[in-house]
Antibody, heavy 120, light 106 residues
């Protein structure tokens, strides 16, 4: 059974970089698309981006976040990561990691989510 | 971006009721439409993919239909555990987008 677990700081200061990691267990990061999705308090779901690893990593980002976003993978640790720079209060949200086999497939496995608050 | 609009935004119903939630896309998304259920403090859970395919383990009282731009999620007989927020999602193009959610309340 595939399991995903997000980890990272719960509090980030404005203008700094938000960094999160998703650890994958019960399966390999190779051959799947690994996504980040966020949900602002009381709001809906926003897809952030994905990385696909099969020998090399390819990424696709939400254009609304692309200039501030980096998603990477560490196959040795079976993890993938999110870095979002120059954060503001608008980036406060629960951040989820999730998997889909192809980018056009639904998300079949999700992490439990981690709340990141942007505040000084 | 493709806009996904759900209606209603909230819905009050009773155990045993049949309910339908609608999702409309701003342009055709073929059959790339999925439905999720989210309970408080939890990650969304996939219910239906590709318009009408039931995810493994999901009760058969859930069903989906539609094509092109108009889609529906139907729960044939509400159970107490079905009270949650439901989201549609299109995976036809990047960025994938979600509806704003429908809160199903007792």
């Amino acid at each position: 059974q595939v399991q995903l677990q997000e980890s990272g700081p719960g509090l980030v200061k404005p203008s700094e970089t938000l960094s999160l990691t998703c650890t994958v267990s019960g399966g390999s990061v190779s051959g799947y698309h690994w996504n980040w999705i966020r949900q602002a308090p009381g709001k809906g779901l926003e897809w952030i981006g994905y990385i696909y690893y099969s020998g090399s990593g390819s990424t696709n980002y939400n254009p609304s976040l692309k200039s501030r976003l980096t998603i990477s993978v560490d196959t040795s640790k079976n993890q993938f990561s999110l870095k979002l720079s120059s954060v503001t209060a608008a980036d406060t949200a629960v951040y989820y990691c999730a998997r889909n086999p192809q980018w056009y497939n639904p998300f079949d496995y999700w992490g439990q989510g981690t709340l990141v608050t942007v505040s000084s | 971006d493709i806009q996904m609009t759900q209606s209603p935004s909230s819905l009050s119903a009773s155990v045993g009721d049949r309910v339908t939630i609608t999702c409309r896309a701003s342009e055709s998304i073929s059959s790339y439409l999925n439905w999720y259920q989210q309970k408080p403090g939890k990650a969304p859970n996939l219910l239906i993919y590709s318009v009408s395919s039931l995810q493994s383990g999901v009760p058969s009282r859930f069903s989906g239909s539609g094509s092109g731009t108009d889609f529906t999620l139907t729960i044939s007989s509400l159970q107490p555990e079905d009270f949650a927020i439901y989201y549609c999602q299109q995976t036809y193009t990047i960025p994938q987008t979600f509806g704003q959610g429908t809160k199903l309340e007792i």
